[in-house]
């Protein structure tokens, strides 16, 4: 059974970067065809994929937020990371780390994460 598990600071201020750790067990983010994405919830708001990385380590990132947006991976720790630069209040969101499986959905998440943006 894969398992996704995010961690991270739950408070960052305006301005700093937010940095945030996904890690993966029972399965490894280098098995061929899975990707790993980072997704977000603000309040009273709808789910925002904000970019993935694949197998490979290849990585892709939603237009609005890729200026800002970086994501890697440490496969000896089977884990990937997030990092959001110059965040603001709007950033304030749970995020969530999941799976892209073979079947092109997502078919694990982690329990997600709050992370408030505030001074």
């Known amino acids: 059974q894969v398992q996704l598990q995010e961690s991270g600071p739950g408070l960052v201020k305006p301005s700093q970067t937010l940095s945030l750790t996904c890690t993966v067990s029972?399965?490894?983010?280098?098995?061929?065809?899975?990707?790993w994405s980072w997704i977000r919830q603000p309040p009273g708001k709808g789910l925002e994929w904000m970019g993935a990385i694949t197998y490979s380590g290849s990585t892709y990132y939603s237009p609005s937020l890729k200026s800002r947006t970086s994501i890697s991976r440490d496969t000896s720790k089977n884990q990937f990371t997030l990092q959001l630069s110059s965040v603001t209040p709007e950033d304030t969101a749970v995020y969530y780390c999941?799976?892209?499986?073979?079947?092109?959905?997502?078919?694990?998440w982690g329990q997600g994460t709050q992370v408030t943006v505030s001074s």
């Open positions: 999941a799976r892209i499986g073979e079947a092109r959905e997502y078919d694990y």
């Open positions: 029972g399965g490894s983010i280098t098995t061929i065809s899975y990707c």
